[in-house]
């Protein structure tokens, strides 16, 4: 594989540069630089300005409102969004359930759904995971029983990431419950404002409103909701998962994330010298950059094949990817030391111009070392995806 970029990538990886210079708002970019909260405002704002200019599917084909990149083009665009400071186009709609709408869902859903995914006119959030029914997701026990041209669904999501802001949810729910788990298990859209469905939030351990449990109570849901086949919703449910678990990876990300740490480590001293020439903890970054490195190789190995969907070497950029984020924010922790322990929410949300620390860098990093402990759960959990490698890739 040839990791050089052409004349003609490079050309393009200028013309990103130049649109987001133009267009990305500042207060933006400081919220996501200094590891501030975001609100759904900040996400909108962002998704539609990248939608005006085409960009906001960078992985969609043309004939469905996309710009029809190559692999290349694409981990362009996500680099150079990571080193900008871009808020994140939210996967849920873009990245998760519009492949499979693209793969799997009749010609009616496609025209209906995709445009309003591009435009960001419908938020979306995903109905996979339940309490019992997490990394062992095919236990899930939401049942969607048919009654005439509708079903009716009872039961319980947890772990919805922003569902407060959503106004369609995408669920895997059991439509047979005499059959081998992973085979009773269908796929439906659901609108977050029918009646019967119930959002509560969960408050994480840094204050924030991030997840939520989302309840069904008899939920009517048309049958032109259903994606693809009745029982056939695992095959669907791992085919975006493939999607899920690439995007997590996020390389653009953790080399913004890098760039950080080294400066919090050359403004930090220890004994009157910059922390980042201390050889110890130099050597932690040194092996760090490596692993992001040889990520980053991977991933590029991975999404250049664009004849099929993710496969279980997902699972790879998934284990390794969390664990490098992880990584990093323990050396942003470390290198400040005590300076991380304060915690300043006027700061966080918004309110606060500056952390009463006084030390604005370093106040959200105990909140953000705290939520990254998630990395390694979500998506599937880490010890689910190795033990994915070990049978579908060294068949063991």
Request: hydrophobic residues 40%; charged residues 25%; proline residues 5%.
């Amino acid at each position: 594989m040839d990791l050089n970029y052409t004349a003609e990538d490079l050309a393009f990886r200028d013309t990103v540069r130049a649109f987001l210079d133009a267009n990305l708002p500042g207060d933006l970019q400081h919220k996501v630089r200094m590891h501030l909260r975001l609100q759904k405002d900040d996400y909108v704002r962002w998704h539609r300005i990248v939608a005006k200019q085409g960009w906001a599917a960078p992985a969609w084909p043309v004939e469905h409102g996309g710009p029809g990149w190559n692999a290349t083009r694409r981990h362009i665009w996500e680099e150079e969004c990571a080193r900008a400071g871009t808020p994140p186009i939210l996967p849920f709609g873009v990245n998760m359930v519009a492949p499979v709408i693209m793969a799997f869902a009749n010609e009616a859903q496609k025209a209906y759904y995709l445009p309003r995914i591009l435009s960001c006119e419908d938020w979306w959030c995903q109905g996979y995971s339940e309490p019992g029914a997490g990394s062992d997701l095919a236990s899930l026990k939401t049942t969607a029983e048919r009654v005439g041209e509708h079903y009716i669904v009872n039961g319980q999501k947890t772990w919805t990431t922003l569902g407060q802001h959503a106004d369609m949810i995408f669920c895997l729910v059991r439509t047979d419950g005499s059959v081998r788990k992973q085979e009773g298990i269908s796929f439906l859209l659901i609108d977050m404002k029918t009646p019967g469905i119930t959002v509560r939030p969960i408050i994480m351990l840094d204050e924030d409103h991030e997840v939520n449990e989302v309840f069904f109570d008899n939920v009517k849901v048309p049958v032109e909701n259903l994606v693809g086949k009745e029982n056939k919703g695992w095959t669907y449910a791992k085919y975006l998962l493939g999607h899920e678990r690439t995007g997590i990876a996020a390389v653009g990300r953790s080399k913004r994330e890098l760039l950080f740490l080294k400066k919090v480590a050359t403004e930090h001293l220890k004994h009157g010298k910059p922390l980042l020439q201390d050889p110890l903890f130099a050597a932690k970054v040194a092996n760090l950059e490596i692993e992001l490195m040889a990520l980053e190789t991977t991933v590029l190995r991975v999404i250049t094949q664009d004849a099929h969907a993710p496969g279980p070497e997902a699972s790879m950029l998934k284990v390794r990817g969390s664990e490098i984020q992880q990584w990093l924010t323990e050396l942003m922790v470390e290198a400040l030391g005590p300076n991380a322990l304060p915690f300043d929410t006027a700061y966080l949300d918004g309110s606060a111009e500056h952390a009463l620390s006084g030390d604005d860098a370093a106040a959200p990093l105990a909140g953000y070392y705290f939520n990254f402990r998630k990395t390694s759960i979500y998506g599937g959990s880490n010890e689910i995806q190795k033990n994915i490698i070990t049978q579908m890739i060294l068949g063991l």
